[in-house]
């Protein structure tokens, strides 16, 4: 099946360099791409979720509420608000906090993460519940932010599976955003 999905390639500063399949930018060794992060608070917790086991690289791991990339020509916040409501079914309003570059391999699949990474936070509103897609989460569960951020930076997990790489470094640009008011 061809590689429909484009991700933009940028440079360390994030000035685009060009485009590629999705699949082939996550292929060893990996070349750096645009993509965001999206953390949802409410009353000083975070939304979790755990990768589904179908996914091509780092299933089963637990991360922040929902992570992709823009496609050229789309708009950063209205992609993350839209993979938010893709995913977890629920809406918030999206505040971009700063950015990141990472890389990490799947040492299960070999895929290559190598990212600009864009984190934004919201704040999901009281009686918002997500409703989970099943096919991009297995789980959902909400955490104290900071005991996240303390377990992720050790490298722990919740329950029998890790944490994804980049969520440590997502969240503390996150939560320093939340307090600061982001960038």
Known sequence: MPDRKAVLLVDETGRITGAAGKIEAHESPGRLHLAFSVCVFRRGETLLQKRADSKYHFPGVWANAC???PEPGEDLVASATARLRDELGVDCELRD???FVYRAV????GRVEHELDHVLVGELPDGAEPVPAPDEVSAVAWRD???VLGDASAGAGVGPAAYAPWLAEVLRL???GRAGGGS
């Open 106 to 109: 799947d040492a299960a699949s």
């Open 67 to 69: 992570c992709s990339h």
């Open 174 to 176: 996150a939560l320093a």
């Open 97 to 99: 906090v700063g950015t």
């Open 145 to 147: 932010a900071a005991e």
